[in-house]
Structure formats: structure tokens, C-alpha cells
């Protein structure tokens, strides 16, 4: 299974809004309702942000939010925040002998 | 509160092994699935496997069959990540990670995770 594509850099100016895309196929994304994002800081271990393609864990900001058309997952993030300036990183279940796969990760700036 | 604590920092040489432990705490053991995920510097996150600690069955990502062998001791909740003939690029921060649950379904994402365990790799 080839890694899901994310865009490399996403920046926004504080209280903005921004989404973060990520392309799977029909074997993952396209197939399976179970996406999950995790926002990670440098030195740190992930943190689960969304799973299920939109439904966000408890203590989890309301400003992050989850979607996804097709093979395509987003997750959007309203009102940034400085502590928004993390990578994310989307994964999603799917078929074949390797059924998780992570996004390549995207870096958020805040401007 | 649920926590994973994984071992310390290793050093190992090409060829050689390294088992890396995640001991859980504050839920458990036998009814969360245990996955490993590694990172290697300025790279992303990259699955390696399952590891059902109730039963003991394991599933591996392709990448990693015939190298890795996920074990758990239930007695001290403790599952256990083993990787052998080592190479650089398995130079890389190693984590455990608990998938989580809701209403007894499985969500196939990971909630809580070890702070990491750095393998080097060098001659």
C-alpha cells in the first residue's frame, strides 16, 4: 500500500481557516469510513485529533473537524491558533496484507 | 488515567535485534488491541503491526514479515516489539499505540500512544 498524499506545508494566519487534504484510492480512503488524523509536535508521540472521518475524542477542540469525498479525506482546521503549528498526519484502514497506512504529513505554519 | 510506557533508547549494531517493551497501565490490557508505528528522523509515521493481547494473535505489515515478532505478557501488561537483522534504516523512534474503542467497536485509530523509543543503528 502506497503512503496517502498530503500536501507538504499548510499555512494560515491566526483565526483563519485551513484544510489539509488526504488522497487515498479506492482500496483505502474510497472504501473504508475509517480515517484518522493525528497532530504531532516536534520530540512528541502523535495525538488523535479525529477518527472515523469526523467524529473528534473527548477534550479534542471543536475547531478541528473531519470530511471526506471519494478517495479524498480533509481535515480543517477554524480559528487557528498558534498551537495549531504542529504535523498532522492522516491515516486510513484498507485492503491487502498491510491494512493501515499513513499520510506523508503535513507541516502547519502559523503566520 | 491510561498510559503506555515504552523502554529506553537503544543502540544496536548492523545485524543485530532490538525488542522494544510498552507497559500499559490504567485500563485493561486484554481488551484493547496494542499496534507499533515507527518514525525515522524528519520522516513520517509508518504502521508495523497488531498485536491482540488476549488472545496473542498478530497481524505484520507486509514490509516487516519475517523480521518482527509482536508478543505480549499479560501477567505484567506488557506487549513487546522485536525487530531483527537490523539495518540503518531501521534507525528510526519506535511506538506502541492502543486502538480505540466505542461501545464495544473497534475504531480502527490509535488514542493513546508510548512516548517513543529511539533505536540507533551503527557499526
Known amino acids: 500500500q502506497s503512503a496517502l498524499t498530503q500536501p507538504a506545508s499548510v499555512s494560515g494566519s491566526p483565526e483563519q481557516s485551513i484544510t489539509i487534504s488526504c488522497t487515498g484510492t479506492?482500496?483505502?480512503?474510497?472504501?473504508?469510513?475509517?480515517v484518522s488524523w493525528y497532530q504531532q509536535y516536534p520530540g512528541k508521540a502523535p495525538k488523535l485529533m479525529i477518527y472515523?472521518?469526523?467524529k473528534r475524542p473527548s477534550g479534542v477542540s471543536n475547531r478541528f473537524s473531519g470530511s471526506k469525498s471519494g478517495n479524498t479525506a480533509s481535515l480543517t482546521i477554524s480559528g487557528l491558533q498558534a498551537e495549531d503549528e504542529a504535523d498532522y498526519y492522516c491515516?486510513?484502514?484498507?485492503?491487502?496484507?498491510?491494512?493501515?497506512?499513513f499520510g506523508t504529513g503535513t507541516k502547519v505554519t502559523v503566520l | 488515567q491510561v498510559q503506555l510506557v515504552q523502554s529506553g533508547a537503544e543502540v544496536k549494531k548492523p545485524g543485530a535485534s532490538v525488542k522494544v517493551s510498552c507497559k500499559a497501565s490504567?485500563?485493561?490490557?486484554?481488551?484493547?488491541?496494542i499496534h507499533w508505528v515507527r518514525q525515522a528522523p524528519g520522516q513520517g509515521l509508518e504502521w508495523m503491526g497488531w498485536?491482540?493481547?488476549?488472545?496473542?494473535?498478530?497481524h505484520y505489515a507486509q514490509n516487516f514479515q519475517g523480521r518482527v515478532t509482536m508478543t505480549g505478557d499479560t501477567s505484567i501488561s506488557t506487549a513487546y516489539m522485536e525487530l531483527t537483522s537490523l539495518t540503518s534504516d531501521d534507525a528510526a523512534v519506535y511506538y506502541c499505540?492502543?486502538?480505540?474503542?466505542?461501545?464495544?467497536?473497534?475504531?480502527?485509530?490509535?488514542?493513546?500512544w508510548g512516548q517513543g523509543t529511539l533505536v540507533a543503528v551503527s557499526s
Open positions: 499505540a492502543r486502538e480505540g474503542e466505542d461501545s464495544g467497536t473497534y475504531l480502527k485509530a490509535f488514542d493513546y
Open positions: 490504567g485500563y485493561t490490557f486484554t481488551d484493547y488491541y
Open positions: 498485536i491482540n493481547p488476549n488472545s496473542g494473535a498478530t
Open positions: 479506492s482500496s483505502d480512503v474510497g472504501s473504508y469510513n475509517f
Open positions: 472515523e472521518v469526523s
Open positions: 491515516c486510513s484502514f484498507a485492503d491487502g496484507s498491510t491494512p493501515y497506512g
